[in-house]
């Protein structure tokens, strides 16, 4: 998400006026940049979704979802193509 963001932005510069990056990527979150109010609820959420988290991810990583969510960022809807979601499931 991030990259493909960046990347559309430096191929299309005239579809954009800013780019805003948000990484929810709690297997990623170093505990010296986190709150540490919010760490008890990372680390529950980390936990969970490693030990009960595969039903949720195969419930939602199918081709319908996955195009759905990637033509929230994208301006040109129609970029969104059967084969990128394809790509992306396999």
Aim: hydrophobic content about 45%; proline content about 6%; charged content about 20%.
């Amino acid at each position: 998400g991030t990259i493909s963001s960046l990347q559309a932005c430096l191929d299309k510069p005239e579809l954009f006026t800013g780019l805003l990056t948000v990484s929810p990527n709690f297997r990623e979150l170093h505990t010296a940049e986190a709150s540490p109010l919010a760490m008890p609820l990372v680390k529950t959420v980390q936990r969970l979704l490693r030990e009960r988290g595969q039903g949720l991810f195969d419930a939602l990583a199918n081709a319908n979802t996955v195009k759905n969510i990637l033509k929230e960022p994208y301006a040109v809807k129609d970029a969104v193509t059967d084969e990128l979601v394809d790509v992306l499931l396999t």
